[in-house]
T-cell receptor, first 112, second 113 residues
Framework: AQTVTQSQPEMSVQEAETVTLSCTYD???????LFWYKQPPSRQMILVIR??????QNATENRFSVNFQKAAKSFSLKISDSQLGDAAMYFC?????????FGEGTQLTVNP | NAGVTQTPKFQVLKTGQSMTLQCAQD?????MSWYRQDPGMGLRLIHY???????DQGEVPNGYNVSRSTTEDFPLRLLSAAPSQTSVYFC????????????FGSGTRLTVV
């Protein structure tokens, strides 16, 4: 079974700075899909970014980008020019045939 | 386009009571699923459905039932509530087997006393 690990329960960043959230996973599959979700205090789960394993190029969505290292099974999220609205819980997730397997989450605080 | 709608948003139950959490989506998604979120554990899959009339168990199915009579609706039933079922519950749906991610409802916070 696939597992997802987020080793940073909490992170903080200064407004306008860059922060990187870590995620590692374990799988025996060669082709798969990974996601980062954001959960603000409103509780809503918001899809931030998606990566297809067979694509070598790292996904980018505006200020959000990933560093996907397939051999190392690592999938980190970089947030550039951090904004107060980025403060949230961030979850890394792995797509399985049944649904999503989530990591434990990283609580991100953005300091003004 | 409402997306995924969950009701209720909050609920308090007494131990042993039963209830149904409602979930409806208007995106014609084939895949629907239920997750529970507990502190420090992320979200865990309870049950899922790949289409009307087809359901299966996820990682933590005990104490919960589901059915899928239509594409739009996927209710979650708690048979006899226990304090261990105190959690936040999310319904999610997707197209194309989740390759593009899942759309989540706004969640139900359930407290069992």
């Amino acid at each position: 079974a696939q597992t997802v690990t987020q080793s940073q329960p909490e992170m903080s960043v200064q407004e306008a700075e860059t922060v990187t959230l870590s995620c590692t996973y374990d799988t025996s599959e060669s082709d798969y899909y990974l996601f980062w979700y954001k959960q603000p205090p409103s509780r809503q789960m918001i899809l931030v970014i998606r990566q297809e394993a067979y694509k070598q190029q790292n996904a980018t969505e505006n200020r959000f980008s990933v560093n996907f290292q397939k051999a190392a099974k690592s999938f980190s999220l970089k947030i550039s020019d951090s904004q107060l609205g980025d403060a949230a819980m961030y979850f890394c997730a792995y797509r399985t045939a049944q649904g999503l397997t989530f990591g434990e989450g990283t609580q991100l605080t953005v300091n003004p | 386009n409402a997306g995924v709608t969950q009701t209720p948003k909050f609920q308090v139950l007494k131990t042993g009571q039963s209830m149904t959490l409602q979930c409806a989506q208007d995106m014609n998604h084939e895949y629907m699923s239920w997750y529970r979120q507990d502190p420090g554990m992320g979200l865990r899959l309870i049950h899922y459905s790949v289409g009307a009339g087809i359901t299966d168990q996820g990682e933590v199915p005990n104490g919960y039932n589901v059915s899928r009579s239509t594409t739009e609706d996927f209710p979650l039933r708690l048979l006899s509530a226990a304090p261990s079922q105190t959690s936040v519950y999310f319904c999610a749906s997707s197209r194309v087997q989740g390759f593009y991610g899942y759309t989540f409802g706004s969640g139900t916070r359930l407290t069992v006393v």
